[in-house]
């Protein structure tokens, strides 16, 4: 890649545009309000990539005790499969470790075949399916877990 992308933590003054890129990539997008919610909360870690200023994706990560949660990923259409995924999930995992977290779960939508190609370029290993988990459109949710 050889546009320089900058990953920094999410502020409250990047949520306007976090929720354009989640209302792009997402048919059940985060609203404002969760995202404020997400972001005062403790056990938080939000990241967005940076180019020329502009937010062109972002990723969160929760924990509990020694387990983590990838929240989510995004990246604005116009930036996807330019590496910036690898470059989120990345950065999360490398936290997940600084956290001391035994392993990390996610969902991922059945047919996002570019996700799951993704998680498993990193790791992830299926461990289950939640049946009917997404909505427009109905979808089963595949569980991922990458043991640290």
Do not use: C
Not at 41 to 51: C, I, L, N, Q, T
């Amino acid at each position: 890649m050889q546009t320089k992308v900058k990953i920094r933590s999410m502020t409250l003054k990047d949520i306007n545009e976090v929720v354009n890129i989640e209302k792009q990539v997402y048919t059940w997008p985060w609203s404002p309000w969760i995202f404020f919610q997400e972001l005062i909360a403790p056990e938080r870690y939000y990241v967005v990539a940076e180019v020329g200023g502009q937010i062109i994706g972002y990723a969160g990560l929760q924990w509990v005790l020694d387990e983590g949660h990838v929240t989510n990923i995004a990246v604005r259409k116009e930036w996807q499969r330019r590496g910036i995924g690898s470059l989120l999930l990345e950065n999360l995992i490398v936290k997940a470790k600084k956290l001391n977290l035994k392993f990390l779960t996610l969902e991922v939508r059945a047919s996002n075949r570019a996700a799951l190609s993704l998680y498993k370029k990193f790791g992830f290993v299926v461990e289950g399916i939640r049946k009917n988990y997404y909505v427009k459109p109905t979808e089963d949710a595949i569980i991922m877990t990458l043991y640290l």
